[in-house]
């Protein structure tokens, strides 16, 4: 694809420390797109996007709820000729696998082409971490927003 014509959107909700939103800032600023909040913006024609990202903290093992909401909100096959990717920061990464694929298979379900997922560390407090601290407290730092730029580097290499 022409990179001139290329278009890409970034859906991001970011609570607590905007660890996610640091990272959704990176990978836009790589694909020189825009980054929406879910509870903020109206639902976009994806006809007009090349490419979608998705993203959020995770919590309790699952992406923020405004982000599910806005998934179930989504017309079937809303996504037709859309491709789609996955973010996300959370006290676990490791974890990202099982985090992602509800969401990755909800995409899919409305018609996305699910290319790629991201994870990285993200400063967590959530539920009886801030008790410790929680975990984290550095991240995402500039190795893991260097991994962000360079997975979005690949993306747009693909478009």
Known sequence: ?????????????SVHHQNTRRVADRIADVLDAT?????ETMLPSFSDFDLIGVGSGIYYGRFHRSIRDWMQRLPEDAGRGCGAFVFSSSGLPFMSRLYHLPLKRALQKKGFDVVADFACRGHDTFGPLWLLGGLNRKHPNEYDLS???KFADQLKSRY
Request: some cysteine; proline content about 5%; aromatic content about 4%.
């Open 1 to 13: 694809m022409n990179q001139m014509t290329f278009r890409s959107l970034v859906l991001c909700k």
């Open 35 to 39: 980054v929406v909040d879910p509870d």
């Open 147 to 149: 991994r962000a730029t």
